[in-house]
């Protein structure tokens, strides 16, 4: 297979990029000049880069794996369907369920019933893992609304309706708006590049032709039968 783009990466080095931007003014302001609204805003920054930063990664590397697992059960069917372990069980299911009722066994509902009770994970089947894959390359672009409000909440929460003529101290409802628009960027940014990973290591397309490849195996062995 050729090398694909390392998505994960490139995410990484943005969000670490970014990260390193708002310490970076974190430090240039001072840490014990800096006011309590500063503060809230860098915390609430970074803790969101932090959190969308390990989603990223998990969920690409959980993609990855079991893009690798996919191919490797492919790669053992077409070479000798008689080592692949998952194959074996369905076929001793298959057999046992026509014994009982040859005329009515639904091929195709069969191996989705098969694949949704067989585990990939200690928790997870493989149909459930790719949901949850999908789920979480949205998941991003929630977290960086959240810290939107929570920023907006902050500017909001600055602003004194007071005498007109009083100068007014733009700097804290600027960090507010700032917390909105940083974390609403990351969310955005990782969701993108996850998806484009989820399309690059296809998993959903892989397990499909894993699915169809098994079904036409089943065909054969009615057939024969």
Known sequence: MNKLINYKSILLLGIAVLSAYIWAEFKKHGFTNMSNMETVSVIVVLSTFLIIGLLSFITSKRNELLYQRLQK????????????????????SYKQLIQSDYSNVNIPAFL?????????????????????????????????????FVGLVMAL????????????????????????????????LSSILLNVHLRHYNSDQLFMQ????????????????
Do not use: H, W
Request: contains cysteine; negative net charge.
């Open 112 to 148: 989705e019933s098969f694949m949704a009770n067989n585990q990939f994970t200690k928790k997870r089947s493989i149909p459930k893992e790719l949901k949850l894959l999908q789920a979480n390359a949205s998941t991003p672009i929630l977290i960086g609304v959240l810290g939107t």
């Open 210 to 225: 894993y699915m169809l490849q098994l079904e036409n195996m089943l065909y054969k062995l009615r057939k024969n039968s």
């Open 157 to 188: 929460s600055q602003l004194q309706i007071g005498d007109m003529d009083e100068a007014v101290n733009l700097q804290p409802i600027l960090n507010g708006v700032g917390t909105a628009f940083y974390t609403s960027i990351c969310g955005v």
């Open 73 to 92: 059960e492919i790669q053992q069917l077409n070479e000798n369907e008689n080592e692949n372990n998952i194959y074996l069980e369905i076929k001793n």
